[in-house]
């Protein structure tokens, strides 16, 4: 069992950041690859950005190419995204996930977590 919880959501208008950060505890971090998704009112979930068990890979979805970053801090137990530029349209409730992995370099695709954050609501304002 992997137990995670989110923190770092807010309110912000467009063209600002914030930053998401994700505390996993239970068993080994190491062993998980990690990744945020995001659902909005009225739409499905979906992945924004994934990572992988060592950090070196990543994926992101067309829409925040360039302008979200995931990271992770094995020795801390942390996955974190780094969201600039903002529009409304990235506000959505924001989940951390996590799936046991055999691959350290490598993200599972498709994903499909084993565990979930309960969320933290993401708005931003036009």
């Known amino acids: 069992q992997v137990q995670l919880l989110e923190s770092g959501g807010g309110l912000v208008q467009a063209g600002g950041s914030l930053r998401l950060s994700c505390a996993a505890s239970?068993?080994?971090?190491?062993?998980?690859?990690m990744g945020w998704f995001r659902q909005a009112p009225g739409k499905e979930r979906e992945s924004v950005a994934l990572?992988?068990?060592?950090?070196?890979?990543?994926y992101y979805i067309d829409s925040v190419k360039g302008r979200f970053t995931i990271s992770r801090d094995i020795a801390k137990n942390t996955v974190n995204l780094q969201m600039n530029s903002l529009n409304p349209e990235d506000t959505a409730v924001y989940y951390c996930?996590?799936?046991?992995?055999?691959?350290?370099?490598?993200?599972?695709?498709?994903?499909?977590?084993?565990?979930w954050g309960q969320g933290t609501q993401v708005t931003v304002s036009s």
């Open positions: 239970g068993r080994a971090f190491s062993a998980y690859a």
């Open positions: 996930a996590a799936r046991a992995w055999i691959s350290p370099a490598t993200v599972p695709l498709p994903f499909r977590p084993e565990f």
């Open positions: 990572i992988s068990r060592s950090g070196v890979s990543t």
